[in-house]
């Protein structure tokens, strides 16, 4: 295999040294997922140019690359070959490539392509190299980049583009040093057709201009991951003072609505953790067709239309994303095997933020609601499975494997326990001193584990014994002493869910104050065995079918499928061929390929929604789809 030739990096621990705030400081790890050698010479700054074409759906730029160069450090012996600096592509033409400000020919070559990995591109370098310049076209197929006809927009008349670069797409589309360990800051000059608005994981312009020329500043150190950019029909409109949203025209009103209290969290969310570090915290929402619930792409989170539900109801995604501006995008993961201390950290701060804004019975739904998905991924996976424990193992797979309910869940459980050990005070004077002192940074589930010892356990073994860290994150499965949490709110919802059962009509049924996490509990806990005519009593009172809610019509929809409740299903296919969020895509796809019937719908509708995903969505179903076949 053509893996093989991944290069083992030795790993140097780097002596303390005094590193001016953000700025990158370097330290070598290795990264399964990378051809970057960065004990060689690794990237700091980029200046992109870059040049949009929606006709034949590419991008043409200049990826021109100030590195740190270490070649006198690490070359002592004379090698045959002469040394290079090496980035990650995937799909792209590379026309040309020149060193430093001069501009100077250089010496390049593209290795053959390794599955999920692509091409490693090495350029030939001196010790007195500090510039890379890459000229480079994507090709139509990026992986990252999803071009949208009028037709897959909200407003119907123009284009839409919008990237996706985690985990390891950003490759797909600038050429880089695709690993979350090697932090860059960027400069960007972007062309786009005339009546389009730019906007990229930066400081971003807030209104069109007539030449359809964008520049864009990130002045802090960030991983490859978190490059963005989207283009389109787009507008903004302020809620507070560092606090916006941008929309297409016709979303933009329900999107400020839905997130009017956008400031408010970013001040609770302060309280809790320390200063935002990123100036302002926007919002785009995009078309329906984005395959995540959010990215926390830096400055400017990338989120679907999915949670504008017009009741305010779904916003725990927007402090899901804002959290990740402390845990992700300030302390980040080293390689995706540590995916858990992104997401588990997330999670949990996430769930603080609505608690201090909504209440402790609030979060704790979410929690409760949390713990049954992870519950039944680990079921999925099964519970010996290797792939449910939190230090993950990835190397030769693709990363998105692992980015399932395991990092976000179990990694949230994992600190729920710690807090309830420790004490919530002791615990959050821990994670706030955490985001400060490793800020643009990574972190090692090693190093987590190294530095809590020290600060935490401090040789107690009761306390390490209560929580058992290792068997959290090294054994597969749910520990028994996960933490067990108590909805008093679904509790009661749950009452009304025996009282259906039992024959009640729902009519007679008290559902008054019900939120949307109250109705998914509620269809999450009917059986798997409804009948027909038992969905239809619930349709003609509560309108599942015709909610504007997409987590309520989700859930709805599953439970349709298996009962074979078929008027809901003119909504299910309009719902599956508008909306590419894997999230709602994967469970009723695969609920439909259970059976024979099911999985002819399935097909059917896939025929004509396909078009309509993202690349990250249409894996998945692709996969769905083909592994029921057999
Ligand atoms: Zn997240």
Known sequence: MKNKILITLTIITMIS???????????????????????????KHLDLTLNVDFDKKILTGKASWDIDNRLL?????VRNTPPFISFDTRGLTITKVTLNVTELVA????????????????????????????????SAEADAVQWLSPEQTAGKVYPFLFTQSQAILARTWIPCQDSPGIRFTYNADVTVPKHLLALMSAQNPTVKNDQGKYHFIMSKPIPSYLMALAVGDIVFKPIGKRTGVYAEPVTVEKAAYEFFDMENMLLTAEKLYGPYVWDRYDVIVLPPSFPFGGMENPMLTFATPTILAGDRSLTSLVAHELAHSWSGNLVTNATWNDFWMNEGFTVYFERRIMEALYGKDFADMQAVQGREDLVQTIEELGKDSPDTKLKLALENRDPDDGMNDIAYEKGYSLLRLIENTIGREKFDAFLKQYFAEHSFQVITTEEFLVEFNAKIIQGDTSISNKINLNKWIYEPGLPDNSPVIISERFNKVDEKVKLFLSGTSPDSIDVKGFTTDEWIRFLSKLPAG???????????????????????LGIWFE????????????????????????????????????????????????????????????????????????
Do not use: C
């Open 73 to 77: 450090e690490t070359i002592k012996e």
């Open 530 to 552: 409804m009948s027909e005519s038992q969905m239809k009593k619930l349709d003609d009172v509560f309108h599942f079918t015709k909610s504007g809610n997409s987590e309520i």
């Open 107 to 138: 010496e390049w070559s593209l290795d053959e392509p390794v599955p999920f990995l692509g091409s490693r591109l090495k350029v030939n370098i001196t010790p007195t190299t500090t510039r890379i310049n890459i000229y480079y076209t994507t």
């Open 17 to 43: 040294q005094t590193t001016p705030a953000q700025e990158t400081k370097t330290r070598i790890i290795h990264d399964p997922h990378s051809f970057a050698d960065p004990a060689i010479a690794s990237v």
């Open 559 to 630: 439970r349709a499928i298996t009962a074979k409740y078929t008027p809901a299903y003119g909504a299910l296919e309009d719902f599956l061929i508008q909306v590419g969020r894997r999230k709602f895509l994967k469970p009723l796809y695969s609920e439909m390929a259970k059976t024979p019937d099911g999985m002819q719908m399935a097909k059917k509708i896939y025929s004509k929604a396909r078009q309509n995903y993202h690349s990250v969505s249409r894996n998945t179903i692709d996969e769905i789809l083909k592994m029921n076949e057999q």
